[in-house]
């Protein structure tokens, strides 16, 4: 339910069933996120919406050159000092 599958509000039935879809491939994805890269760490066993919430969705500026690329996050961000 993290993942907004519940959700089958669109007036036809095709809309819904692409939701759905949509859905069930952001589930495979965050397992895998889950499987390989949040192993041995405390999100390892988190629902999906705390992952999405504290991990995927942090504010940052990107700026490129043509030889560079900076990612700039917010000072603000709760975790920082846990790093990835």
Known sequence: MGLFADRTSSATLRAN?????????AYVLLHGLRRLG????AFAKAQSTTI?????????????????VWLSFAASHGERSEGW
């Open 17 to 25: 069933q692409l939701r759905l879809y949509f859905s069930s491939f």
């Open 38 to 41: 949040l192993t041995g760490t």
């Open 52 to 68: 999405r919430l504290k991990r995927l969705k942090i504010g940052a500026r990107l700026r490129l050159t043509a030889r560079k």
